[in-house]
């Protein structure tokens, strides 16, 4: 049974940054493409990053490109969400998840991830 657990999440202002990570347990971490998404207030679930189980590829939102970065570590089971000059409209509850295997290339549609975590709030203050 494959768990994600989010943290790091919390409450910042315009322009600073926080990092969010993700805990991986019960599967094979080092097969699994692993990706994050966020569900805004009012809005639905959309694609944020994702990385490819080797870490060798990365995908981004067009909204996150050159202020987010997505980084794993294959050895702790691990993957961050690295956020840079928030801004208010990244708030939302962020969502790890992962795939069951490697599929190339990266994906960004819900379909693609079996696996979620329950979320982290961010909250950006103007």
């Known amino acids: 049974q494959v768990e994600l657990v989010e943290s790091g999440g919390g409450l910042v202002q315009a322009a600073e940054s926080l990092r969010l990570s993700c805990a991986a347990s019960?599967?094979?971490?080092?097969?699994?493409?692993m990706a994050w998404f966020r569900r805004a207030p009012g809005k639905e679930r959309e694609f944020v990053a994702a990385?490819?189980?080797?870490?060798?590829?990365?995908d981004y939102a067009d909204s996150v490109k050159g202020r987010f970065t997505i980084f794993r570590d294959n050895a702790k089971n691990t993957v961050h969400l690295q956020m840079n000059s928030l801004k208010p409209d990244d708030t939302a509850v962020y969502y790890c998840?992962?795939?069951?295997?490697?599929?190339?290339?990266?994906?960004?549609?819900?379909?693609?991830?079996?696996?979620w975590g329950r979320g982290t709030q961010v909250t950006v203050s103007s």
């Open positions: 998840a992962a795939t069951d295997s490697p599929i190339i290339p990266l994906m960004k549609g819900e379909h693609w991830y079996a696996y």
């Open positions: 990385v490819a189980w080797s870490g060798s590829f990365t």
């Open positions: 019960g599967g094979t971490f080092s097969s699994q493409d």
